[in-house]
C-alpha cells in the first residue's frame, strides 16, 4: 500500500508556474506507475498526466501538452507536476495517484490510491 501527499498548489496570476509535489510512503513506491489528476467545481475529474514507473514514458493531456511536465525521483518517492503558462481553465484541485498497473495510463478508474488533492487556482 502506498500513501500519498501533495504540495505546492497556491493562487498564481495567468501565464505563471507552479510546481506540485506529491510525496509518497512505502519501500514500493517505485513499483508504481504515478498520475497527476484534476478537479475543476462541477467537473469530472480528469487525468493531467501520468509517468511509467522509471520515468521513462510518459503522458499527456491534450489541454496541458507543452505546458506542462511530469517528472519523479524514486530515490525520494516523489513524483512533481512543474505547470508553466498556467490560464484561468487551469484552476482546479490537483491529485496525485498510484497505480500498480504497469504501463501507463490516463484511466482514473484504474488507478488505486490517491491523495487528498491541492488546490490550484490561476486568476485572469
Known amino acids: 500500500q502506498v500513501q500519498l501527499v501533495e504540495s505546492g498548489g497556491g493562487l498564481v496570476q495567468a501565464g505563471g508556474s507552479l510546481r506540485l509535489s506529491c510525496a509518497a510512503s512505502?519501500?514500493?513506491?517505485?513499483?508504481?506507475?504515478m498520475g497527476w489528476f484534476r478537479q475543476a467545481p462541477g467537473k469530472e475529474r480528469e487525468s493531467v498526466a501520468a509517468i511509467s514507473r522509471r520515468g521513462g514514458s510518459t503522458y499527456y493531456a491534450d489541454s496541458v501538452k507543452g505546458r506542462f511536465t511530469i517528472s519523479r525521483d524514486n530515490a525520494k518517492n516523489t513524483v512533481y507536476l512543474q505547470m508553466n503558462s498556467l490560464k484561468p481553465e487551469d484552476t482546479a484541485v490537483y491529485y496525485c495517484?498510484?497505480?500498480?498497473?504497469?504501463?501507463?495510463?490516463?484511466?482514473?478508474?484504474?488507478?488505486?490510491?490517491w491523495g487528498q488533492g491541492t488546490q490550484v487556482t490561476v486568476s485572469s
Open positions: 512505502g519501500r514500493t513506491y517505485s513499483s508504481y506507475v
Open positions: 495517484a498510484a497505480t500498480g498497473v504497469s504501463w501507463v495510463l490516463s484511466t482514473r478508474s484504474r488507478y488505486e490510491y
